[in-house]
């Protein structure tokens, strides 16, 4: 069954581009060229996944976005020549499931596009008080953490770190977001987050100069990758 797919994008170039592009994978595109006509059409349509430019010509991005989030639960990527980190972690607080970057390669595009729609379709597995992911395994209710079904030794910040990591599978969570779910809304140094980071890779990660789990977003946040079947 085909994937009904919004984009919100006001260069013919890309609309055009993305057409053809979608043209040939199991989707179907409509095109919004500003946040008014985006807003509409998401009122009489229903849609799987949003890509989201925030250069538009009548409503700034980020606030379409946030319109979006408070109607909506399906994923939302923005996709905008915006490079400037602080835009990044505006747009996933603001939540976004995902941002690419423009100029994109389409193969990382729709790879994007695949993880988010995983993402949704994902969320009763999420829910549930066991989530595994490849080799890895965290049991919420017992509070357990599992390598190759051996268990793993926590510190419980350490624990924490992981089931936000978990429950987010694929996606891109700011340092923002894990520093207020684990050390509270008033937490200001991020060096204890990135030391962190480092411990759990130690105990997770084959080598930790090549990550296999846990990935840095530079000056964004952490992706744990998806590793389960579609």
Known sequence: MYKQLLLV???????????????KEQYQLKVAKTGMEALTLVQMETFDLLLL?????????????????????IPIIVVSARTNEVEKVKALDCGADDYVTKPFGTNELLARIRTSLRHAGNQQAIASPVIENKQLKIDLDKQLFYKEGKEVHLTKNEYRILTVLFQQLGKVVTYDTLMTAVWGPYSGDSQILRVNMSNIRKKIEENTLEPEYLTTEIGVGYRMKDYREN
């Open 53 to 73: 430019d925030l250069g538009l010509p009548d409503i700034d991005g980020i606030e379409l976005l946030k319109i979006f989030r408070k109607r909506m639960t």
């Open 9 to 23: 994008e006001d260069d013919p170039t890309i609309t055009d581009f993305m057409k053809v592009v979608f043209s």
